[in-house]
């Protein structure tokens, strides 16, 4: 059942209050007014996490022009040029320009956008320069947002991470299946996750839906048979089901007004019943959003 202890593990996403983004969203970018109206809902519903990052266009700077100081932040690094000199120097700069435009003076945690990078040559000093803004104070956690589990588990054999952020829902089960979860155990990772609406996808009517998703036809009909079955809508399955997971620290939600945001506090209230193995894909062109252009 939803509680306030239950709402505490939502984390807002914010990359709407930046771009116009998902496969669903018809409004675009959150208004600044609309923001507002967002986060202050997100705090009388116990919400305190806010994720955000500097390739969300404008959501730091429209962030930053709101009282932040009853939510931790969670913001990611862009890719570092790969001529950068001084690499310790650039990840400080970039530091100091999300804080200045969050008007923070310290962020909850850090992770890098195109974690990747770790697997060059300068990958020991990437990490060590993310590992020296926890040194000097200005992020408690550093870590790492990946597409697939398998990213997480090939940079652990080098590196330790405090938080990972990756894709997981309804279809999704990358994450157990691939044995990331115990390493996640192990080594005292954090874990968030995203992407519990696939973009959008898992929400839609088979109206709505693209027609470059009929290809997986048959795994839409069990999934809307069995909505049917328990009388339960998407919204309420894809919430209840990533927060009833024990090792899901914060459920990343991201929403373009406040009525979806108080939509999605009210779905997380209720029962679920078990969800029937078959309701899953592994085929990462549908579970991968970034690969949709190629449908």
């Known amino acids: 059942m939803f509680t306030k202890n239950t709402s505490s593990k939502i984390a807002l996403g914010t990359v709407q209050f930046g771009l116009p983004y998902g496969i669903s969203n018809k409004n675009g970018q959150v208004s600044n007014p609309e923001v507002a109206r967002i986060l202050d809902i997100a705090k009388v519903k116990g919400i305190h996490t806010l994720d955000t990052a500097i ?44 804080l200045t435009r969050l ?20 990958g020991p000093e990437i990490y060590a320069a993310l590992d ?31 938080l990972i952020q990756a894709p997981f829902n309804v279809l999704d089960t990358r ?53 049917d079955e328990h009388n339960l809508t998407p919204l309420e399955v894809c919430i209840r089901h ?6 899901i620290e914060k459920v990343v939600v991201g929403v373009d007004s406040a009525d979806q945001l108080q939509e ?15 309701i899953s894909c592994g085929d990462v062109r549908l579970l991968s959003p970034q690969l949709w252009s190629q449908l």
Do not use: C
């Open 132 to 162: 020296s803004l926890k040194i000097k104070g200005l992020t408690e956690r550093i870590g790492i947002s990946i597409y697939s589990p398998n990213e997480f588990i090939n940079l652990s054999r080098d590196f330790h991470f405090d």
């Open 264 to 278: 999605i506090v009210t779905a997380a209230e209720g029962d679920l019943p078990t969800i029937p193995s078959d």
């Open 103 to 122: 008007r923070v003076p310290k962020v909850k945690a850090v992770l890098l956008h195109r974690p990747e990078q770790l697997h060059s040559e300068a």
């Open 55 to 98: 390739a969300y266009g404008s959501s730091e700077k429209v962030l930053g022009e709101h009282n932040l100081e009853s939510f931790d932040i969670i913001t990611k690094l862009p890719a570092i040029p790969d001529d950068t000199l001084d690499i310790k120097s650039w990840v400080e700069d970039q530091m100091t320009g999300s």
């Open 242 to 247: 990533a927060l009833s997971m024990p090792h």
């Open 175 to 227: 994450l157990q299946d691939s044995g990331a979860l115990d390493i996640l155990e192990s080594q005292e990772t954090s874990l968030h996750v995203r992407s519990i609406f696939l973009q959008g996808l898992l929400l839609m009517d088979k109206k709505q839906r693209p027609n470059k998703f009929n290809e997986w036809s048959q795994l839409w009909t069990k999934w809307e048979n069995w909505l």
